[in-house]
């Protein structure tokens, strides 16, 4: 499955995806077990640079060659929101 319903409940924390969301998961093929294996336990959080709202958590995906999954949601509003995923190739020490 390529994107899901809005208002899922991962280990205590509930969420939805955004349209935008949405749209650049399906485009990207990216599953959504792999997002909520990224959001449960992620390999690293960081802070945006930008926007102080934003939270975004990398994991590895060992389906993907080990690629690093980039998922960034906003956790100030509730249940938190989910912006976008993407596959980022420049993240290299995970």
Same mark, same amino acid.
């Given at each position: 499955?390529?994107?899901?319903?809005?208002?899922?409940?991962?280990?205590?924390?509930?969420?939805?995806?955004?349209?935008?969301?949405?749209?650049?998961?399906?485009?990207?093929?990216?599953?959504?077990?792999?997002? +909520?294996?990224?959001?449960?336990?992620?390999?690293?959080? +960081?802070?945006?640079?930008?926007?102080?709202?934003?939270?975004?958590?990398?994991?590895?995906?060992? +389906?993907?060659?080990?690629?690093?999954?980039?998922?960034?949601?906003? +956790?100030?509003?509730?249940?938190?929101?989910?912006?976008?995923?993407?596959?980022?190739?420049?993240?290299?020490?995970?």
């Amino acid at each position: 499955m390529y994107f899901a319903v809005n208002g899922v409940t991962i280990d205590n924390m509930e969420y939805l995806l955004t349209d935008h969301a949405k749209k650049r998961i399906a485009k990207r093929r990216i599953c959504f077990s792999w997002i +909520e294996e990224t959001l449960a336990y992620p390999a690293r959080m +960081e802070s945006d640079r930008d926007d102080a709202t934003l939270v975004h958590v990398l994991r590895p995906i060992a +389906e993907c060659g080990f690629r690093v999954l980039r998922v960034i949601y906003n +956790e100030t509003v509730i249940p938190v929101a989910i912006v976008t995923a993407y596959f980022d190739d420049e993240v290299k020490d995970l």
